[in-house]
Every structure is written in structure tokens, then in C-alpha cells.
């Protein structure tokens, strides 16, 4: 997905092509050096307290470019080749944002793809694609963590996923 209809642009980052078994970073990374050092803080203290409640890694990585990428494929592999996954399932969710390309997208793993589904993916672009369009990267970073904890909890308490059959 592009914030403003372009294609995405290539990166220098490439991935390691050996799966870690552990995380390799923390769940909020700013690679490309748009959130202050508190701010950051702050939404790894929230990114934590998500994923250990509800067993489920929920992570996102600011990169300035996609280097030869989609935004699919660069998210699908940040998850992959830098460990993140919570438990023997490796269950997890992350969303990547290029800010130089201004293109972003969100991949799921393991149970996270029952947990997050379309309907609830949609759901979470309205929180925070009004502050990926105004640049407010902490904003956005903060507002995506805020609906992976409303669609997770919503899943516990109710047995299933937000989705759209089960939405009154």
C-alpha cells in the first residue's frame, strides 16, 4: 500500500537470509530515525505489554525504503528474517512503514492471521492512516498498537476474531 498512490522505492536494507531464533530487535524499530528516543521508548513499553498479554508479538518497523521490495514482501520479510514471532507458532503481527517511499503494509503470521483479519485490518487503517498521511510517525505507530490490543481483546473475550459477520 502506497500514502499517496506512488510506487514503492528500493531500500538499502536487506535481509538476512537466515531465520533467527530470536527476536534481533526490539517490537517498535526506527531505522529510518523518525521518532525521538522517548517516544520510542514508550511505544516499546506498550508493543511489550501487547504481546506478553495476549501472546502474540505485536511489532512495528519504520525503514526509510523497500529496496527492490513491495511493501508486502519487505514487512513479510523484516517478521521473517529478524525473529520476530511469539511462542512455537512464531504468531505475530507487524506493520512496516517506508517513509521515504510512503508506502506501508502489515504482515501476519502463525495465529495472528485468524486473529487479524481483513475486516479487523480495515478497521485498524482507520486509526492509523490519518497520521501516516500527516507524516506523525509516533502517532501512527501509537494508534496501530492501540487496535492490535482493542481486535486481540475483542478476540478473548468474544472466542473469535472481528470480523465482519460478527461485527453488530
Not at 475486516?119 to 487496535?147: C, R, T, V
Request: charged share 20%; net charge negative.
Amino acid at each position: 500500500l502506497s500514502l499517496d498512490g506512488g510506487t514503492p522505492a528500493p531500500d538499502s536494507t536487506q535481509p538476512n537470509l537466515q531465520i533467527p531464533a530470536q527476536r534481533l530487535y526490539d517490537r517498535v524499530v526506527d531505522q529510518a530515525g523518525v521518532i525521538g528516543e522517548t517516544e520510542l521508548a514508550q511505544l516499546n513499553t506498550m508493543a511489550d505489554a501487547i504481546s506478553e498479554r495476549y501472546g502474540c508479538d505485536v511489532a512495528v518497523a519504520f525503514v526509510r525504503h523497500v529496496e527492490g521490495y513491495s511493501a508486502q514482501s519487505a514487512a513479510d520479510d523484516f517478521y521473517d528474517y529478524n525473529g520476530y514471532g511469539y511462542g512455537t507458532g512464531d504468531d505475530g503481527i507487524i506493520f512496516m512503514v517506508a517513509v521515504e517511499d510512503r508506502s506501508f503494509a502489515i504482515s501476519t503470521y502463525g495465529s495472528a492471521g485468524y486473529s487479524f483479519t481483513d475486516y479487523g485490518q480495515l478497521y485498524m487503517d482507520e486509526k492509523y492512516l490519518p497520521h501516516l498521511k500527516n507524516s506523525d510517525w509516533s502517532a501512527a505507530a501509537d494508534a496501530y498498537l492501540d487496535a492490535c490490543a482493542e481486535l486481540l481483546d475483542y478476540e478473548q473475550k468474544n472466542g473469535v476474531a472481528y470480523d465482519v459477520s460478527y461485527v453488530e
